[in-house]
């Protein structure tokens, strides 16, 4: 159980759990909650303050030894390659400036990491702790984007507002790396492709 009895702020807003020893999950007031025994109870978490609230995101980890968190309406990301270790293991990295905000994030490996805003950009690294300059954003849409989803094939698939799935193989290769189909007269939100061949 997490939270105050009346009204259970602040609220866990995601989790993410790589393997059965390790897991990572976020809140809405900007707290990171970590477990090596997620079965152990609630003693066997930590709270670690990361950033400032409120703070509505998703977190991902692909292990322990990397988490990426983004907050909604944030320009920036949450980064550690040692999610457990307490605040200073965390570090902000500023990806977008200005008007623009990112929206979500997912991370396939240690060496692919792929977000999301507002404005039909997608965000990507191939080495997500290596400063902003390490992330590439590319424009796909026009219209936002509301989720990303990449497969351990290699296969990632963007969903917009307006029904269009944008695909790619090699999601960090520029806007001539993705493909556009229109599958739906209304919004696409999720996505699961367990192959290259098939979602």
């Given at each position: 159980k997490?939270?105050?009895?009346?009204?259970?702020?602040?609220q866990?807003d995601?989790?993410s759990?790589?393997?059965?020893?390790?897991?990572?999950?976020s809140?809405?007031?900007?707290n990171?909650?970590t477990s090596s025994?997620?079965?152990?109870g609630?003693a066997?978490w930590t709270?670690?303050?990361?950033d400032?609230?409120?703070?509505?995101?998703?977190?991902?980890?692909?292990?322990a030894r990397?988490?990426?968190?983004?907050?909604?309406y944030s320009?920036s990301l949450?980064?550690?390659?040692?999610?457990?270790g307490?605040?200073a293991?965390?570090?902000?990295?500023e990806i977008?400036?200005g008007?623009?905000?990112?929206?979500g994030?997912?991370?396939r490996?240690?060496m692919l990491c792929?977000?999301?805003?507002?404005?039909?950009?997608?965000?990507t690294s191939?080495?997500?702790?290596?400063?902003a300059?390490a992330?590439?954003i590319?424009?796909?849409?026009?219209?936002?984007i509301?989720?990303?989803s990449c497969?351990?094939?290699g296969?990632?698939?963007?969903?917009?507002?307006?029904g269009?799935a944008?695909?790619?193989?090699s999601?960090?290769?520029g806007?001539?790396?993705?493909?556009r189909?229109?599958?739906?007269t209304?919004?696409l939100?999720?996505?699961?492709?367990?192959?290259?061949?098939?979602?």
């Open positions: 997490y939270g105050p009895a009346e009204g259970c702020d602040p866990l995601s989790v759990c790589p393997s059965a020893s390790f897991c990572a999950a809140d809405a007031t900007g990171v909650i025994s997620p079965t152990g609630g066997a709270v670690t303050p990361v400032n609230a409120p703070s509505f995101g998703t977190i991902t980890c692909p292990s990397l988490c990426v968190k983004v907050d909604d320009t949450a980064i550690s390659g040692n999610p457990g307490g605040r293991a965390w570090q902000l990295t977008e400036k008007s623009l905000a990112l929206s994030v997912t991370c490996s240690a792929v977000g999301f805003d507002s404005a039909g950009n997608v965000i191939n080495n997500p702790a290596g400063g300059s992330w590439r590319t424009n796909l849409d026009a219209s936002p509301l989720s990303v497969s351990a094939g296969l990632c698939i963007a969903l917009d507002s307006i269009n944008l695909a790619s193989a999601p960090a290769g806007r001539s790396a993705w493909s189909s229109h599958v739906d209304d919004s939100t999720a996505a699961s492709c367990p192959s290259l061949t098939r979602c």
